[in-house]
């Protein structure tokens, strides 16, 4: 598959991948809870020493965010609703 056919295929509306990106963001965030907390509770209390003082942690949840934010995510995530899309107008 070329890749124009490959880009047709999981072109999906600008409003609808916006939507996609705020539920991947969504799902990372519950998903890397502990680390969020770990990096919440370093911050606390604290203003531009967080900077450093809680680099270990803000490394640990960027690590864990990215694995649930990136591109083949959300590529997946623009399939899934292409499938989702097409079986909703064959019952149609």
């Known amino acids: 598959m070329g890749y124009l056919e490959e880009a047709r295929e999981n072109h999906v509306k600008k409003k609808v991948e916006e939507a996609l990106r705020s539920k991947m963001k ?3 965030l519950k998903e890397c809870d502990f680390y969020c907390s770990k990096y919440a509770e370093c911050a606390r209390g604290r203003t531009f020493s967080v900077v450093w003082q809680c680099r270990k942690q803000a ?4 690590e ?3 694995q649930f934010t990136n ?3 959300l590529e997946e995530m623009k399939k899934a609703y292409m499938v989702e899309q097409e079986s909703k ?3 149609q």
């Open 26 to 28: 969504q799902k990372a």
């Open 59 to 62: 490394k640990e949840l960027n």
């Open 64 to 66: 864990c965010l990215h």
């Open 71 to 73: 591109d083949s995510v």
């Open 89 to 91: 107008e064959m019952k």
